[in-house]
C-alpha cells in the first residue's frame, strides 16, 4: 500500500521559516508530478506548489518567491521551504502525489496532513 508521510510541521513566528517533508513509502514504479496543497479552517483546500518529474515547478501567487518546492527522486521525497512566513500561512499542508504502481497504473495519493502555524 502506497504512503505519503509530510513532517516538519510545527508553530514558528512571522518571519520564521520551516521545512516540509513529504516521504513516499510502498510498492510504487515511478512518482509523476507532485504537489503541497493546505487548507486554513473554515476554506477550501488550494494548491500552494508543484513540481513534475523533471523539476519544473508553478506556486499559487501567495507564495511566490517565499516558499520553494523540491523533490529528491533517488528518496522519493518532496519538500516544501517556506520562508518569511505570515499569519495567513497557517494552515494543515498536505503532499500529494501521482503515483504509478507496479501494474503501471497511475493513481493519486494524499498525506495525512501536518499542522503549520505562525503566530504574529
Known amino acids: 500500500q502506497v504512503q505519503l508521510v509530510e513532517s516538519g510541521g510545527g508553530l514558528v513566528q512571522a518571519g520564521g521559516s520551516l521545512r516540509l517533508s513529504c516521504a513516499a513509502s510502498g510498492i510504487i514504479f515511478s512518482i509523476n508530478a507532485m504537489r503541497w496543497y493546505r487548507q486554513a479552517p473554515g476554506k477550501q483546500r488550494e494548491l500552494v506548489a508543484a513540481i513534475t518529474t523533471s523539476g519544473s515547478t508553478n506556486y499559487a501567487d501567495s507564495v511566490k518567491g517565499r516558499f520553494t518546492i523540491s523533490r529528491d527522486n533517488a528518496k522519493r521525497t518532496l519538500y516544501l521551504q517556506m520562508n518569511s512566513l505570515k499569519p495567513e500561512d497557517t494552515s494543515v499542508y498536505y503532499c500529494?502525489?501521482?503515483?504509478?504502481?507496479?501494474?503501471?497504473?497511475?493513481?493519486?495519493?494524499w498525506g495525512q496532513g501536518t499542522q503549520v502555524t505562525v503566530s504574529s
Open positions: 500529494n502525489a501521482d503515483i504509478t504502481n507496479e501494474y503501471r497504473l497511475i493513481q493519486n495519493f
